[in-house]
């Protein structure tokens, strides 16, 4: 009698960690997924700004350039977007950006927050293929309902004002 029991334990105990790993992989995957609307959204604020800026200054001769940059940046479908909004990083690196400008501490500010939302989103996705790479979680399939999540790989956005 003392073995059923001890046998219903372990099939408890098991069922519960089964359940908890499922339910991390689960709340792992839908950050990460958060966590790259949140990129996207930074980097059509950031592609925006961008825009606006170089409408500001016309007379700039790098301006046209980062219009088109930032027009491509948020023109640009999922397989382009990383070349894209890498071209965008460049092309306001060139630029001498004043802070003291409303336009200029826009985009300064914008890019930190998309570095910032970078981050999150390179954590997130390190986490959620981690927990993908374990054996039980493999051997159970617990990840099938999900997508593999991807990196997105971009040159650092922070930009300093000068």
């Keep these: 009698m003392g073995w059923v029991i001890g046998v219903v334990a372990f099939v408890v105990v098991g069922a519960s960690y089964v359940t908890w790993v499922a339910g991390r992989v689960d709340r792992l995957h839908a950050r990460a997924a958060s966590a790259g609307r949140a990129l996207d959204s930074q980097l059509v604020r950031r592609a925006a700004a961008a825009a606006v800026l170089a409408e500001a200054a016309p007379g700039e001769p790098d301006a046209a350039d980062l219009y088109a940059a930032a027009r491509?940046?948020?023109d640009a479908r999922d397989d382009d977007r990383e070349a894209a909004e890498n071209d965008l990083t460049r092309m306001l690196r060139k630029q001498a950006l004043?802070?003291?400008?409303?336009?200029?501490?826009?985009?300064?500010?914008?890019s930190r927050r998309v570095a910032l939302a970078r981050q999150m989103h390179t954590d997130l996705v390190r986490a959620a293929l981690a927990v993908r790479g374990r054996p039980l979680v493999r051997l159970l399939r617990l990840?099938?309902?999900?997508?593999?999540?991807?990196y997105f790989d971009i040159d650092d956005p922070t930009l300093i004002a000068v």
């Design 72 to 74: 491509a940046a948020l």
């Design 98 to 110: 004043d802070p003291a400008t409303p336009d200029g501490a826009a985009v300064v500010a914008a």
């Design 143 to 150: 990840n099938r309902k999900h997508p593999r999540p991807a």
